[in-house]
């Protein structure tokens, strides 16, 4: 074997071995990002048991509830209002596609039903005309031809608009509620406070709502491949750190949640793993403002349509929660006046966050889909 034969071999064996290496070493780390979240989500979930009310609710057969059913309570509500108010109908009355979205449990399925073509039956008529934005109207009936042969379903335009629509005013909803107690949980001088636990939630349901309309519904969704797959890496990662490093999450797998060394990281000090979390959550921005400056460059060269204003919007929705967890990592690794400032920052910027994704909500629900006409 010459020299170079030799060489080409080695190198060879060299990568195979670190590949497996990294593998290994990635199985692993996401067999503890999978405990620690299911921890997480376990004690979000746990029931609450609070005297006397509960004691109440029981009598009228309410079962406890937990904080995560609180934050799907706060999320719910004002969504289903707001969304009859402005469309006259329920987001979701009882049919097959509200069915195949309840008993649906693989995302594979589900992406399918909203990625399937319903081509409008010729049969059918005209598209149906533009209403003003308050107008009410009746539930309409499936349309036609909306489910595909083989027996795999396709998500009408009236459910895909829903789903967005929903998503959208749920996760401003979340923001809006968040921006007190995130603003005060943020002013809170340790992670045990009693506010820990609601704003993590009400941030893992802000931040999932928005990503699961964009993936399912997409309106002018990011162009570049390694981009999109950027904003969805960064989403998933700080989805996982509220999860799994908030302060109540952090009791739930560890003894004591505070440092016996504080850590330096530039100017601020992590005390504890609200702290820490914090700063690598405000890390993360950078990437998320890279995608959203991308986006907005895209979108210039683009002409006007409704979809293009809906992307505008949510991207400037974006920013404001950028400037939230920002403020956020401040206000928590700081004293004094700029801890009371940067919390109140956090409180305003979710404030703007949310209004603008209600009103992107608001504005969705006139969007016509291609296959409409």
């Known amino acids: 074997m010459s020299l170079e034969d030799a060489l080409k071999q080695l190198l060879a064996i060299v990568v195979d071995f670190g590949l497996e290496s990294v593998r290994n070493v990635v199985d692993a780390l996401f067999d503890v990002v999978s405990y620690l979240v299911d921890a997480a989500i376990d004690l979000l979930d746990t029931p609450i048991h609070i005297p006397v009310l509960s004691d109440i609710l029981k009598e009228f057969e309410i079962p406890e509830f937990s904080l995560l059913d609180i934050a799907c309570w706060i999320a719910a509500v004002p969504t289903n209002l707001l969304y009859k108010v402005i469309h006259g109908a329920t987001p979701f009355p009882d049919d097959e596609y509200t069915r195949f979205l309840i008993t649906t449990t693989d995302y ?33 009936p499936p349309m036609a031809g909306s489910v595909a042969s083989g027996g795999v379903i396709a998500m009408p335009p009236d459910v895909r608009r829903a789903v967005l629509a929903v998503c959208l005013a749920a996760a401003g909803a979340c923001s809006i509620v968040s921006a007190v107690v995130s603003g005060y949980e943020a002013a809170a001088p340790s992670a045990d406070n009693p506010l820990a636990a609601p704003s993590a ?27 999109k797959y950027l904003s969805y890496v960064s989403t998933a990662i700080r989805v996982y750190l509220l999860a799994a490093f908030s302060g109540v999450a952090a009791r739930f797998w560890l003894s004591d949640t505070s440092f016996k ?26 990437p998320a403002l890279f995608v959203s400056i991308w986006h907005f460059v895209e979108l210039a060269q683009k002409p006007a349509a409704i979809p293009r204003s809906l992307a505008i919007v949510y991207e400037v929705s974006n920013l404001t929660s950028y400037i939230s967890r920002v403020s956020y990592a401040v206000a928590v690794n700081t004293q004094g006046l700029p801890k009371l400032a940067a919390a109140a920052v956090v409180g305003i910027a979710n404030l703007c966050c949310g209004g603008l994704l209600i009103g992107e909500a608001v504005a969705s629900v006139n969007w016509r889909f291609h296959d409409e006409g």
């Open 108 to 140: 594979a399925t589900l992406s399918a039903a909203f990625q399937a073509s319903t081509p409008r039956p010729l049969h059918a008529g005209p598209p149906p005309a533009r209403r003003p934005m308050m107008a009410r109207e009746t539930a309409r």
């Open 201 to 227: 939630v009400l941030g893992i349901l802000g931040g999932l709502l928005p990503a699961v309309a964009g993936v399912l519904v997409p309106h002018e969704p990011v162009d570049n491949v390694p981009v």
């Open 261 to 286: 060394q504080p850590i330096r990281i530039g100017s601020y000090t992590a005390r504890d793993y609200r702290s820490l979390g914090a700063i690598v959550d405000a890390v993360l921005v950078a």
